[in-house]
T-cell receptor
Framework: IAGITQAPTSQILAAGRRMTLRCTQD?????MYWYRQDLGLGLRLIHY???????GKGEVPDGYSVSRANTDDFPLTLASAVPSQTSVYFC???????????FGQGTRLTVV | KNEVEQSPQNLTAQEGEFITINCSYS?????LHWLQQHPGGGIVSLFM???GKKKHGRLIATINIQEKHSSLHITASHPRDSAVYIC???????????FGTGTRLQVFP
């Protein structure tokens, strides 16, 4: 692994199903983030974690949950997917001091 | 009004042209980022700056803190520069990134 990796790269999901998007980084960054990107809007923060064991809500947290059991992994879970959660999801990481941000390749999720 | 505004939203250029993309923001910041997103691809950080000017190859980024404005310049543009360029600022209050909606650049041969 080099940098930050997301999985899957794309997914079609039936409404009501549970889904976990995975994010792993090997840079030992303390801070990790989940964003969604929708047409005509800037990236919006869903949840974040400043360090392992802590998480916080971003701008659009409803319908999503996260966990940060260790430094490397920051999974995002949709407990019961809805069509409005169709989006491209990006995971990112940075040092606690908020220096350069590194982004994953994105997960394109379609909820039908 | 968005806290981070980019202009233009779309930009078309001929290969070799000098490109300027602008970013204005309305919040106090600790840093400003310029990011590049290729179609279907991930997001790559181009620059992070808090003052002055940075240069990397054909790319130049400038920031004027007093005017709350930044520009990204591409000299001698090339079709491979075609991408969406995103400006993001790190809020000094929340320490979180606030993103512009991006500028879609197409460079034709």
């Amino acid at each position: 692994i080099a940098g930050i990796t997301q999985a899957p790269t794309s997914q079609i999901l039936a409404a009501g199903r549970r889904m976990t998007l995975r994010c792993t980084q090997d840079m030992r960054h303390n801070a990790m983030y989940w964003y969604r990107q929708d047409l005509g809007l800037g990236l919006r923060l869903i949840h974040y974690s400043n360090t392992a064991g802590t998480t916080g809500k971003g701008e659009v947290p409803d319908g999503y949950s996260v966990s940060r059991a260790n430094t490397d992994d920051f999974p995002l879970t949709l407990a019961s997917a809805v069509p409005s959660q169709t989006s491209v999801y990006f995971c990112a990481s940075s040092t606690t001091q908020g220096t350069e941000a590194f982004f994953g390749q994105g997960t394109r999720l379609t909820v039908v | 009004k968005n806290e981070v505004e980019q202009s233009p939203q779309n930009l078309t250029a001929q290969e070799g042209e000098f490109i300027t993309i602008n970013c204005s923001y309305s919040v106090g910041i600790s840093a400003l980022h310029w990011l590049q997103q290729h179609p279907g691809g991930g997001i790559v950080s181009l620059f992070m700056l808090s003052s002055g000017k940075k240069k990397h190859g054909r790319l130049i980024a400038t920031i004027n803190i007093q005017e709350k404005h930044s520009s990204l310049h591409i000299t001698a543009s090339h079709p491979r520069d075609s991408a969406v360029y995103i400006c993001a600022v790190r809020s000094i209050n929340t320490d979180k990134l606030i993103f512009g909606t991006g500028t879609r650049l197409q460079v034709f041969p």
